[in-house]
């Protein structure tokens, strides 16, 4: 039974969002931690600790725990958990929730083991671990359960997640280490390469988001660049285009194009006709890229469809997930990590 003070997280490289039934997303924050060096002491988390990026003296860093969507520091990982914990159930947290946290597919046992004790010391318990495709097809309002293949790509912070569903349980599923950072470094280094410019991760990121296209002609857009001149030394502004970021996406766009190839390449006939019914599902911050669903499906010749609020996508899916977790535990795994064997590579 779903209980009240049950909660559901999307612990993403890039944002951290909380789900608590009757409530929804009631935290949806940037994955960050302000850290005051010579103490060792959290400072601030989330969008506070967001904004001290690139603007903090030097015994303050703000850093990302989180690194392609695992855990690069377990300690501050489980400092963040406590205080979105503690912050989606407020009065309730005498009571020690039950968790739901997502992982992505391809995790290796270590990295799925470091998820679940940093959520269980942050002060849950009961703590269940579902595979990031899975919650992205349930949020994305997929009846998993049924005898009928699904193919989702989930493309969060650090990582993009291709799997195949049916009767509940993953057909085949693969995961590269790409996701909307890897674009953000794409942007900073063709701004570099290009025009001798340092720019920092807030102005790649608001690039991405302004200018940034994944497929030609869906947007044409100018915008301002303010940086470093690596010559002089000096401030300097550059005008790029929405075309020049296609130019810089180049290399994490493959990265994704070959993922969905590879798992397409491998999948059932039978399951195969499903997709080219229902189309591709595609779910995850990174899936906002102007013009991203026009270039999968120009690749695939298969439809592809943005999900309803795909950034939300996964978290609520952790909700649905712990409604129908009787039903699911029989078909998916969810209490151990998946075999190497069973993964499609």
Known sequence: MFKG??????????TVLVFVKGKGVVINEPAVVAVDTNTRSVLAIGEEARRMIGR?????VATRPLREGVIADFDMTQKMLEYFILRALGKRRLVRPRIMVCVPSGVTP???????????????????????????????GIDITKPEGSLVVDIGGGTTDVAILSLGGIVLADSVRVGGDRFDDA???????????????????????????????????????????????????????????????S??????????????EHCPPELAADIMDKGIILTGGGA??????????????VPVLLAEDPITCVARGTGRALEILDQLKGMTIFDEPRRESSRHR
């Open 110 to 140: 270590v990295e799925w083991r470091a998820v679940r004790d940093a959520a269980e010391r942050a002060g849950g318990m009961n703590i269940t671990v579902i595979e990031e495709p899975v919650a992205a097809a349930l949020g994305a």
């Open 56 to 60: 903090t003296p030097g015994n303050i």
């Open 187 to 249: 942007l900073i280094r063709y701004m570099k390469q290009q025009y001798n410019l340092l720019i920092g991760e807030r102005t790649a990121e608001e690039m991405k988001l302004r200018i940034g296209v994944a497929y030609p002609g869906v947007r044409n857009e100018t915008m301002d660049v303010r940086g470093r001149d690596l010559l002089s030394g000096l401030p300097k502004t550059i005008t790029v285009s929405s075309m020049e970021t296609l130019e810089a996406f």
């Open 5 to 14: 003070s049950d909660i559901g997280i999307d612990l993403g490289t890039a």
């Open 288 to 301: 906002l890229v102007c013009g991203l669903d026009k270039l999968l499906a120009e690749i695939t010749q």
């Open 251 to 264: 290399e994490p766009l493959n990265a994704i194009v070959a993922l969905l190839r590879s798992v397409l």
